[in-house]
């Protein structure tokens, strides 16, 4: 699986928009962008994930280049339960096998502030 | 999306022992995974387990200390053996959604040894 880069840590002010950044510059073509986060010590919650079109759900939005070598997960109202540890992933999905493991960096720790 | 259940949910032992850590998931699936988190980590994949064949595990990780049952597609178990405080950690279990290939975490058991 292609490594990504993430910053450390981001603060975000509650109500506002939280955009994380994600550099995954040696991305394969059949490499899918999936994003999860980690509440204090609770198991990674799913968030969203994408080939190359952006996507959009309940929870967030995803906006990845045209060139797929970067990616931004987009909390558009944060709020404080959204303080976090977010994971940008990539990884092929449909197969099966230890070619379907997630490798897990070192994370986004955001904080959202009142 | 799967629902996924661990037990026990935490645990303290003491060192030289085992325990044995249950999932269980509400769907079949063909994949499930183990993790582990230690203090202040990000998670570590410790093996892969399909139904019907042995685990897959990855390096560092050994059958004899982690051992693991795939009696059916709804349940796995992880054992961790003969422990000592090293294993301290929250262990997690995923699996893989048969439809759409997006890996599910359960909430973990978080194990302190003594």
């Known amino acids: 699986d292609a490594k990504t880069t993430q910053p450390p840590s981001m603060d975000c002010a509650e109500g506002r928009a939280a955009n994380l950044p994600c550099n995954h510059s040696t991305i394969s073509g059949n490499e899918y962008v999936y994003w999860y986060r980690q509440i204090h010590s609770q198991g990674p919650q799913y968030i969203i994930h994408?080939?190359?079109n952006n996507e959009t759900n309940e929870m967030a939005s995803l906006i990845i280049t045209e060139d797929r070598k970067s990616s931004t997960l987009i909390l558009p109202h944060a709020t404080l339960r959204d303080t976090a540890v977010y994971y940008c992933i990539v990884r092929v999905a449909g197969l099966t096998g230890t070619a379907s493991k997630l490798t897990f960096g070192t994370g986004t720790r955001l904080q959202v502030t009142l | 999306s799967a629902v996924i259940s661990q037990k026990p949910s935490r645990d303290i032992c003491q060192r030289g022992t085992s325990l044995t850590i249950q999932c269980q998931v509400d769907?079949?699936?063909?994949?499930m995974f183990w993790y582990r988190q230690q203090p202040g980590q990000s998670l570590t994949l410790i093996a892969t387990?399909?139904?019907?064949?042995?685990?897959?595990?990855e390096s560092g990780f050994v059958i004899d200390k982690f051992p693991i049952s795939r009696p059916n597609l709804t349940f796995s178990t992880l054992t961790v053996s003969n422990m000592s405080p090293e294993d301290s950690s929250i262990y997690l279990c995923s699996v893989e959604d048969n439809r759409d290939w997006t890996q599910y975490f359960g909430p973990g058991t978080r194990l302190l040894v003594l």
């Open positions: 994408g080939l190359k």
């Open positions: 387990a399909n139904q019907g064949s042995e685990a897959t595990y």
């Open positions: 769907s079949q699936v063909t994949m």
